[in-house]
């Protein structure tokens, strides 16, 4: 086992997602300690540890709109824990994960198995061509600041261009690019910080459908 597969089993619980009978996920409590994971100061912060709005928006809507990604070959962008593919997954897709932190990866394996399913971790490079093999994009809180977000639109842009359906999750962040997006369904759902039953935000999933060219 890795020491971060090892370190996640010691430290967090796999406990149910509110909301999403039948998924489990190994989530962060007060007794987890991440902070032992910024000692190293390169390390990202432990986005994996936790469910964010927009994942579970996109994870609500699968269940509800299962034909939206049933029989299809979906990629759970900048995936955390990979809920989204999880959720992909249970309903009859073939599920993809790209996540860059190491810890996220593992995360991604130990819940993958913890809820009978299959996720592939695969590599992307944003600033490259959209990934070969794939059908659907469920890119969920990949907006969460600015200097994520001018690295994302782009990318999200060409795999749109190139045919790839691309949805994306989001509680209305600041840094949404709303102009290309239209939404298509909302959800009550919790988010970062906030107490693990909360359901008090809208989650919205949106299509991206503005395409022009990107400076």
Not at 67 to 75: A, C, D, H
Not at 166 to 184: A, F, K, N, Q, S
Not at 191 to 203: I, Y
């Amino acid at each position: 086992m890795s020491d971060a597969a090892a370190f996640i089993k010691a430290n967090l619980r796999l406990e149910p997602v509110p909301g999403l009978s039948g998924i489990r996920l190994y989530t962060a409590h007060s007794g987890s300690r991440l902070s032992r994971l910024a000692d190293d100061e390169d390390a990202p912060p432990p986005y994996w540890a936790y469910q964010w709005a927009g994942g579970l928006a996109l994870a609500q809507h699968f269940r509800r709109e299962p034909g939206v990604v049933r029989g299809k070959r979906v990629l759970d962008l900048g995936a955390g824990s990979g809920l989204v593919a999880i959720a992909a997954a249970q309903v009859g897709a073939t599920a993809f994960a790209a996540e860059i932190d190491p810890h996220g990866r593992a995360a991604i394996g130990l819940n993958a198995e913890a809820n009978g399913v299959a996720v592939e971790l695969i590599d992307v490079d944003l600033a490259g061509e959209p990934p070969g093999g794939i059908d659907v994009i469920a890119a969920g809180d990949v907006f969460y600041n600015a200097e994520v977000a001018v690295q994302m639109l782009p990318f999200l842009e060409r795999c749109a261009r190139a045919g790839l359906s691309v949805l994306v999750g989001d509680p209305d962040r600041r840094d949404l690019p709303l102009d290309w997006l239209t939404e298509i369904a909302a959800y009550p759902v919790g988010d970062v910080g906030d107490t693990r039953t909360n359901t008090e935000r809208v989650g919205r999933v949106y299509a991206l459908t503005h395409q022009q060219t990107s400076s």
